[in-house]
């Protein structure tokens, strides 16, 4: 089983959409979450963490659910720039600095 | 601005031939990583300076090294390169405090094997 776990996609949905994604992971002692985003070709940049409580950055919504080991992300109104790979990213415990990186989920929004 | 450089950020080369890829940070990060990705992959981490202590992952095979001479610069050398070393090579930083520190990475290396 794969440390992180996501769906590769595409998710193509239409400008204006609501889109979520799911991510698992495998180590229930992992300490710190996150989601990145991947533009084609370009290298990953921190989108947003992912706390225990769920937290909002505009129109980005992030959960945490630790008991069955899995995290979101939520997409509302969706800009046509929001185009990209979202990769789930988790940090193992006792690791102060590795990440593991999930595959990615790409999504396209189109006109 | 403060930044994490990659040089080249195209490379090719030949089957067998050395190749070194650079990293360079103003961030003045204790942690520097380097990462591979190929097409469609997570990056999956080779190893990883903290300051001057080496951490390399143990699935990195020992065709892949790394030199770090300060804290500015990090080289990853590939000694024999093959087909299947392809990938996006990238850099990342980041301070060692805290598990939510974000890593800041570079715009990679494409490299190419003939």
């Known amino acids: 089983r794969k440390e992180v776990e996501q769906d590769p996609g595409p998710f193509n949905v239409p400008e204006g959409a609501t889109v979520a994604f799911n991510c698992t992971y495998s180590?229930?002692?992992?300490?710190?979450f996150f989601w990145y985003r991947q533009d084609c070709r370009k290298e990953p940049k921190l989108l947003m963490s992912?706390?225990?409580s769920g937290n909002e950055d505009g129109r980005f919504t992030a959960q945490l659910n630790r008991a069955s080991q899995y995290i979101s992300l939520l997409i509302r109104d969706s800009k046509l720039s929001d185009s990209a790979t979202y990769l789930c990213?988790?940090?193992?415990?006792?690791?102060?600095?590795?990440?593991?990186f999930g595959t990615g989920t790409r999504l396209q929004v189109t006109l | 601005d403060a930044m994490v450089i990659q040089n080249p950020r195209y490379q090719v080369t030949q089957f067998g031939k050395p190749v070194t890829l650079s990293c360079s940070q103003t961030?003045?990060?204790?942690?520097m990583y380097w990462y591979q990705q190929k097409s469609s992959q997570a990056p999956k981490l080779l190893f990883h300076y903290y300051d001057k202590d080496f951490n390399n992952e143990a699935d990195t095979p020992d065709n892949f090294q790394s030199r770090r001479p300060n804290t500015s610069f990090c080289f990853l050398d590939i000694r024999s390169p093959g087909l299947g070393d392809a990938a996006m090579y990238l850099c990342?930083?980041?301070?060692?405090?805290?598990?939510?520190?974000?890593?800041?990475f570079g715009p990679g290396t494409r490299l190419t094997v003939l």
């Open positions: 992912v706390y225990s």
């Open positions: 990342a930083t980041s301070t060692p405090a805290g598990v939510y520190n974000e890593q800041f």
């Open positions: 961030l003045n990060h204790n942690v």
């Open positions: 180590n229930s002692a992992s300490q710190s």
């Open positions: 990213v988790v940090r193992p415990t006792g690791t102060a600095s590795k990440l593991t």
